[in-house]
């Protein structure tokens, strides 16, 4: 006859099993390391073409919107690209799909806040208001993996909150932005893959 802590045994272990189908937890932590690495260079390749004497004339202009639009987009689909393989890969390694219930939740509760604050930013920007960028990228961005962390690793819930905060500071102080906009897609990155990767990769791998 089986005791009662053989059925609360039981009943945690598929209740767990229940809450791990509906959680995505294949992300890749040298994936975050490597967006942060990409961040960083757009952030410096812009402040360089910021700072060259041949475009100080433009500040402000239309060539500046459109190269920081360009850098924010290159640095975004290349980011994309390496998310996505580096899951694959890691998945596949474990046996898993990387389309699955927990995935499809996490990238729907992301998507939310993450397109409609996109939309909104470009529509400031559109209207010659370049100083919300940096504060509404770190923000909707932060909101957006606040709003996923209940499908996937606790730890994106933390990196939100910090986004969200440097993103408040970037606010309050606009002549920073590029700054808290590397520190926030940059560094705050590649501590958050280090870290993932060491705790849930490297392990695993031991």
Same mark, same amino acid.
């Given at each position: 006859?089986?005791?009662?802590?053989?059925?609360?045994?039981?009943?945690?272990?598929?209740?767990?099993?229940?809450?791990?189908?509906?959680?995505?937890?294949?992300?890749?932590?040298?994936?975050?390391?490597?967006?942060?690495?990409?961040?960083?260079?757009?952030?410096?390749?812009?402040?360089?073409?910021?700072?060259?004497?041949?475009?100080?004339?433009?500040?402000?202009?239309?060539?500046?919107?459109?190269?920081?639009?360009?850098?924010?987009?290159?640095?975004?689909?290349?980011?994309?690209?390496?998310?996505?393989?580096?899951?694959?890969?890691?998945? &596949?390694?474990?046996?898993?799909?990387?389309?699955?219930?927990?995935?499809?939740?996490?990238?729907?509760?992301?998507?939310?806040?993450?397109?409609?604050?996109?939309?909104?930013?470009?529509?400031?920007?559109?209207?010659?208001? &370049?100083?919300?960028?940096?504060?509404?990228?770190?923000?909707?961005?932060?909101?957006?993996?606040?709003?996923?962390?209940?499908?996937?690793?606790?730890?994106?819930?933390?990196?939100?909150?910090?986004?969200? &905060?440097?993103?408040?500071?970037?606010?309050?102080?606009?002549?920073?932005?590029?700054?808290?906009?590397?520190?926030?897609?940059?560094?705050?990155? /590649? /501590?958050?893959?280090?870290?993932?990767?060491?705790?849930?990769?490297? &392990?695993?791998?031991?």
């Amino acid at each position: 006859m089986k005791t009662t802590e053989n059925y609360l045994a039981e009943i945690k272990e598929i209740r767990k099993m229940m809450e791990d189908s509906s959680r995505f937890l294949s992300l890749s932590g040298l994936s975050g390391i490597l967006i942060g690495i990409y961040a960083l260079a757009g952030a410096i390749i812009f402040y360089l073409k910021m700072t060259a004497p041949q475009t100080m004339e433009y500040r402000g202009s239309t060539e500046v919107i459109s190269l920081m639009l360009f850098i924010a987009v290159t640095v975004l689909v290349v980011s994309l690209i390496t998310v996505v393989l580096l899951t694959y890969k890691r998945a &596949s390694k474990a046996g898993k799909k990387i389309w699955n219930p927990g995935s499809r939740l996490m990238l729907i509760n992301l998507a939310i806040p993450l397109v409609s604050g996109g939309l909104l930013i470009l529509i400031f920007i559109f209207n010659g208001v &370049s100083e919300i960028v940096a504060p509404g990228c770190l923000i909707f961005y932060g909101l957006a993996l606040v709003n996923a962390a209940k499908f996937t690793r606790q730890e994106i819930f933390y990196l939100g909150i910090f986004q969200v &905060s440097l993103g408040i500071l970037a606010a309050l102080i606009p002549a920073w932005g590029l700054l808290f906009w590397a520190l926030g897609f940059g560094l705050m990155h /590649i /501590i958050y893959g280090t870290l993932m990767y060491f705790r849930y990769e490297h &392990s695993s791998k031991n």
